[in-house]
């Protein structure tokens, strides 16, 4: 099993940025594809960045692209979420996610493991 816990978030002005963690214990993820996924109010969870365990490539969503970077520390089991020029769009409970094996890396329901989510609000 692997445990997943976030940290990070919070309240932010438009414009304003974020970091966010994710841990991961319980097994060695560095070869886990790692990705973040957000659920604003009344929307479906969404993909938001994702890098395989191989590492190098990294993936946006199209809203994010330019603004995100996400990143790992393998050495550290953690996966961060650099979140610049953050929007009130952004405004959304963030989750990490964390599986061995995924084959559409933006796809949610292809990862085994998932931290508590933790909420974003960008006030305009």
């Known amino acids: 099993q692997v445990q997943l816990v976030e940290s990070g978030g919070g309240l932010v002005q438009a414009g304003g940025s974020l970091r966010h963690s994710c841990a991961a214990s319980?097994?060695?993820?560095?070869?886990?594809?790692m990705a973040w996924f957000r659920q604003g109010p009344g929307k479906e969870r969404d993909f938001v960045a994702g890098?395989?365990?191989?590492?190098?490539?990294?993936y946006y969503a199209d809203s994010v692209t330019g603004r995100f970077t996400i990143s790992r520390d393998n050495a550290k089991s953690t996966v961060y979420l650099q979140m610049n020029n953050l929007k009130p769009e952004d405004t959304a409970v963030y989750y990490c996610?964390?599986?061995?094996?995924?084959?559409?890396?933006?796809?949610?329901?292809?990862?085994?493991?998932w931290g508590q989510g933790t909420q974003v609000t960008v006030s305009s």
């Open positions: 319980g097994r060695t993820v560095s070869a886990y594809a």
């Open positions: 996610a964390a599986s061995r094996l995924v084959y559409k890396l933006r796809a949610g329901n292809e990862y085994d493991y």
């Open positions: 890098m395989r365990g191989s590492g190098g490539t990294t």
